[in-house]
């Protein structure tokens, strides 16, 4: 019974937090752009996500004609399914999480690798030549820094000797691993962004060239799911880099770990909207030169480094 | 347990039968992922987390993404003449044989272990990397061979053609 | 790299610069008395129209947005029986102003035109028509013409010489 408990929390958390961003993202970045963003509905804006809601639940849910229909509905919900699910590994405190599991860390690799298809066969079943140009960028982009991904976190892995997310923060009691890790924490933010494909790694769903890349014919609550689906992505990453890198719910003790845990996942929250605010969508091919030539040499450096020392301080 | 593992296994047949027949490209694909996904989850019934966890990451979340990557580019339609064209009746009778052979080892198999049991027993990450390390090393080393020379031959492949300048355009 | 990260410092230090937006309904913007706004009829010092009906300000204007029709009082002093400006077509250009001889048309700083029915963006003559003089004070046409229209007697305005009297040997 208190399982089902912390499920549901942790749902209504997450998809709380998920909704939230979408106002807290227009807000920053209007503040960064010396705008004011949504201040109308609600005490400064904050019911406009409400609003949004209730706009996006009664807009017609058009399937096209020409698109693959079974395809075409589930996709979206591979998204949604493939990120929450991945939320129950993270350990939001010591003792409030829904799953301690001996491979927590590859279950987020699994689950991320899965969440590929959402966007894949998204833009393929649409029917639509920039929806499947979107999703062709889209599955290379996210396959390349899939791979770094992985291996920016076996130097965590190494050190903390564990998949499991709580030993990695226990692990992490004498010094956060953005330290020792710091090539690791770097490889694994960009690849972050890269994977929940967000500004400046937007190239799927680039609005200046592809309409909006792999959902251009998606309405309704069916868009909405890959709009939340993103924020979701952010919010993930954010946990993910502060319980891999930035010591998890550790921290002085005057306040609760729970503090902890969300003040730095909302840094990491605030920082990516602060990358979408500054810097521009690089081109496809210097993307990948990018990830094949200069990151995936400096991971994998990192790699023979960190087994290097721990052998030597063995 | 064991009613999840014959759930899993249910659908991984289930999902195989529909990957072979089904026509359309893509969704055989899927059906073929759902059966790589159901047959990771055997895996972890039987005490290997570490390989369900690395069924889902390379085979079904990066193989079979070049997989629905290439039908995608190909555009396959509809089309069922070329595919009459290519499978001929004859060209079932290999496979056919083949198959019957594996399925009759298979029964052989079953009949001989029939009384014995699968203790799950769990497989920790540590051990298949000591046991890839030191018994399997030199099936590690070769494999790491074949993708360097798959590595090679697609940088090779994919190695562009010296540009061909006008005389105009030179400097 | 540095670049990047430079962009990135930049990008996070406007959060403390002033912000550009100004609140709109809620705090008007400053419009400079020429601005180029609703478009109106104004009357002369004595409150008399301005206008003379002469079809300038309709030919001059590009979008052929104003119509009108002459007519004239008992004394012969033209002035327009209907005056009708389509807001819905008009595109501000200030021409009508330009072409009025008599400083009748005026446009003024409010642009707050909306409307949610089209056909109330036609504004007839009493719409147009203010009791005021707009922005050019004291003056009257009829002051500075030479015809007689009951404003004052010929040969007796502003910059005008007395009338000969052609009768006369003496002058």
Partial sequence: MEYIFIIAGVLL???????????????????????????????????????????????????????????????????????????????????FFVLDSNIGLLFFLGNSSLGVYSIVLGGWASNNKYSLLGSIRASAQMLTYEVFMGLSLMGVVMMSDSFNLREIVEAQRGMWFVFPQFIGFVVFLIAGVAETHRTPFDIPEAEGELVAGYHSEYSGMKFGMFFVGEYLGVTLISTLIVTLFFGGWLGPSFLPPAFWFFFKTAFFICFFVLLRASLPRPRYDQLMDFGWKILLPLVLLNILVTGAIILYLQ | MNTIFYIAGAIALLSSILAITNRNAIHALLYLILSLLSISVIFYILGAPFIAALEVIVYAGAIMVLFIFVVMMLNIGLEEELENKWLKPRMWILPSIIAAILLANLIYALRVLEHQTVTPQIIQPKQIGISLFTTYLLAVELSAILLLAGIIGAYHIGKQKKKIIHRFLKK | MFSILRSIWLTFLHAFHKRETVGYPEKKPYLPPRYRGRIVLTRDSEGNERCVACNLCAAACPVDCISLQATEDENGRRYPEFFRINFSRCIFCGLCEEACPTYAIQLTPDFELGEYDRQSMVYEKEHLLISGEGKYHGYNFYKNAGVDMGVKAKGEGENEEPTVDLKSLLK
């Fill in chain 1, 13 to 95: 958390i997450v998809l709380t937090i998920a909704a939230g961003l979408i106002w807290v993202e227009r807000r920053l970045l209007a503040l960064w752009q010396d705008r004011y963003g949504p201040n109308r509905v609600g005490p400064f804006g904050l019911f406009q996500v409400l609003a949004d809601m209730i706009k996006i639940f009664f807009k017609e849910d058009w399937i096209p004609p020409f698109a693959d229909k079974a395809v075409f509905v589930i996709a979206p919900g591979i998204l949604m399914i493939s990120i929450l699910l991945t939320f129950a590994i993270i350990p939001f405190t010591d003792s």
